[in-house]
């Protein structure tokens, strides 16, 4: 039998077994939080591009071209003809308004267009936006 007194050696323990529970619910809060991360994003196929990000305005508007050319501001799917009216509307005197298009890759290029024109005529920045190229 082996009766010694071990006070003299100490034991260090590291219970694990909660730090698997932990890692799991904050991968599960950040899967979900990086699929509401943009709520005001229609779905659409986006063109490639290698340029990184621009930095926008404060107050950024969305406007989306599915590829069956519907027109949506802010998930809110407006005529083409309405779109001025509705971006005006959206507008407060003095503050600095950004636009990010987003047009599907397979709308063409005169309904972005289209949309520039009615920035350029409110005096709007315009940002096309783009998925970065995979290499």
């Known amino acids: 039998m082996n ?72 998930k809110q799917t407006v005529p083409y003809e309405a779109l001025e009216q509705i971006l005006q509307a959206q507008m407060n005197p003095g503050e600095e308004v950004t636009i990010m298009l987003y047009a599907d890759s397979t709308v063409p290029i005169q309904n972005v267009i289209s949309v520039m024109d009615v920035a350029n005529r409110l005096k709007i920045k315009l940002v096309l936006a783009t998925e970065p190229k995979k290499d």
């Open 3 to 74: 009766i010694r007194n071990r006070r003299g050696k100490p034991t260090a323990e590291v219970h694990t077994a909660a730090l698997n529970d932990i890692m799991f619910f904050l991968m599960l809060f950040f899967l979900l939080a990086s699929a509401v991360a943009n709520p005001q994003v229609v779905k659409l196929l986006l063109p490639k591009s290698s340029a990184g990000e621009q930095s926008v305005a404060k107050k950024t508007v969305t406007v989306s071209i599915t590829a069956d050319l519907a027109y949506h501001v802010d």
